[in-house]
């Protein structure tokens, strides 16, 4: 999700969701990066074996920290800070599997006060925004999670970006 970008934007986003490190087996299936690329971290981990969130900002961006937050659950990181003079908001979700409606509220509050000029959202949302692409079930209803999380990111103005990218395609 995104707001504010131009079209000539070089920078590259990626979300990995390594659910399960807990486990041995999951665990040895993870490959690591040569990290020495990262110039700073922002994490929401709180010394638990579940949830938790991270954003890597390789030493490539030149990036200046204005502000950094987290919630106590570990569900996300919001970090504002200038690349090139450019103000910009990332925020690194992992939104709770169960319906929630006072999350996102609460999530969508956080981000429209810290939030200016662009605003970059990913990690793992926990809900399906578009049911006939984004999904393979026969079931085309939409739970009151996905109804919400869609209603707050129009008021946010912003969009799916592989979506908008790739309109027809069914992928998830």
Same mark, same amino acid.
Not at 110 to 124: P, Q, T, V
Not at 135 to 138: C, Y
């Given at each position: 999700l995104h707001r504010g970008m131009s079209g000539s934007c070089k920078l590259k986003i990626e979300t990995i969701n390594v659910n399960g490190l807990g486990?041995?087996?999951k665990r040895s299936r993870v490959i690591?990066?040569?990290l020495g690329y990262i110039n700073s971290f922002y994490s929401s981990y709180k010394n638990s074996r579940r949830r938790g969130v991270i954003t890597l900002i390789s030493n490539t961006v030149n990036f200046e920290l204005i502000e950094e937050c987290s919630d106590k659950y570990g569900r996300? $990181?919001? $970090?504002? %800070?200038?690349?090139?003079? #450019?103000?910009? #908001?990332? $925020?690194?979700?992992?939104?709770?599997?169960?319906?929630?409606?006072?999350?996102?509220?609460? /999530?969508?509050d956080?981000?429209?006060?810290?939030?200016?000029?662009? /605003?970059?959202?990913? %990690?793992?949302w926990n809900t399906i925004l578009n049911y006939t692409k984004d999904?393979?079930?026969?079931k085309r209803y939409k739970n009151i999670k996905s109804k919400n999380l869609n209603i707050l990111i129009k008021d946010a103005g912003l969009c799916d970006v592989w979506r908008v990218l790739h309109p027809l395609e069914r992928d998830y």
């Open positions: 486990n041995p087996i690591f990066k040569k996300y $990181v919001i $970090v504002k %800070g200038r690349i090139d003079n #450019t103000v910009v #908001t990332l $925020v690194n979700v992992y939104a709770p599997p169960e319906e929630d409606k006072t999350f996102f509220n609460l /999530l969508f956080k981000i429209a006060i810290m939030s200016e000029r662009i /605003l970059i959202c990913g %990690g793992d999904t393979t079930s026969t």
